[in-house]
């Protein structure tokens, strides 16, 4: 049952990344383009996004999921070295390439040897972050 | 003016949330593209891994059923395999580090008003858009 509505939530979210439009780098790197020719599109998505995801966080309280368990606990509001550091060289890489993790994996079918080659990089940069993680940012 | 592309961007928008609200609301979990597959890959999220890999799964395939339906589908991404692979390294490991990405800190944490997705939201913003005023602008690489 977990599973079934697990697919059911990564096929809303690949049709979403699809249909909007986030899987084509030139309005991801349009969006990003301040000084070019700036594309908005990146904002109409995000705010889509973002309604039915604030009911749905309203929905979460005094209840529990569906399926059992627990709702996640929100983390310390601590403004850390690991997302600053992290969220900095995320940006870069999103701004390289145009694309990031979601819209990266629903592009796999369509988006050639570049698809892959770029997701094979991005599963080894995930690989490298457990001993940079460790080593660099051990008080984080 | 509104133009199409921001109409399929909202309505695709929409469907993102949607697909984050269910599997926040029925499986109790953060939808969080670089998460979910990054305990795949670092062996963290062992525990729930069919949940990831069907997760996974919805969204690579979702795509090609569409595929047919639309015209001129591509990402449009740089040929240059030098570039896709010291961005892919920079998104996996910056993305692991700060525990989210656009799905993660953005969509999931900026509805639910948190300050570290919020934070996350404009460090990545703002970087990338300096990386392509920088290399697209300044540099003339991209």
Request: aromatic share 10%; glycine share 16%.
């Amino acid at each position: 049952m977990r599973n079934l509505f697990a697919l059911l939530a990564g096929a809303l979210f690949g049709a979403g990344l699809f249909i909007s439009g986030m899987t084509d780098t030139t309005k991801v790197q349009g969006w990003l383009d301040v000084f070019g020719a700036w594309d908005p599109t990146l904002a109409f998505v995000m705010g889509g996004a973002i309604i039915p995801m604030f009911f749905a966080w309203r929905l979460t309280e005094r209840r529990k999921p569906v399926l059992g368990g627990d709702f996640p606990t929100p983390p310390e509001p601590k403004i850390g070295k690991n997302l600053i550091v992290g969220s900095v060289m995320f940006g870069i890489g999103w701004g390289m390439a145009g694309l990031c993790p979601g819209p990266s994996m629903a592009s796999l079918s369509y988006g050639g040897i570049g698809g892959w080659v770029f997701f094979a990089a991005m599963v080894a940069g995930m690989i490298l972050a457990v001993p940079v993680k460790k080593r660099v940012f051990a008080t984080a | 003016m509104i133009e199409q592309d921001w109409i399929y961007g909202f309505v695709g928008g929409l469907l993102i949330g949607l697909g984050g609200a269910v599997y926040l609301l029925v499986n109790g979990r953060i939808m969080g593209a670089s998460g979910i597959l990054g305990g795949l890959i670092d062996g963290s999220g062992m525990r729930t891994f069919w949940e990831r890999v069907s997760f996974i799964a919805g969204v690579v395939l979702m795509p090609v059923l569409l595929y047919p339906m639309f015209e001129n589908v591509d990402t449009h991404a740089t040929s240059n395999l030098l570039v896709l692979v010291i961005a892919g390294l920079f998104v996996g490991v910056g993305t692991r580090l700060a525990n989210g990405c656009t799905s993660g800190h953005g969509v999931c944490g900026i509805s639910r008003l948190s300050l570290r997705g919020i934070s996350a939201t404009v460090f990545y913003i703002m970087a990338g858009g300096l990386t392509i005023a920088l290399l697209r602008h300044a540099w003339g690489l991209i």
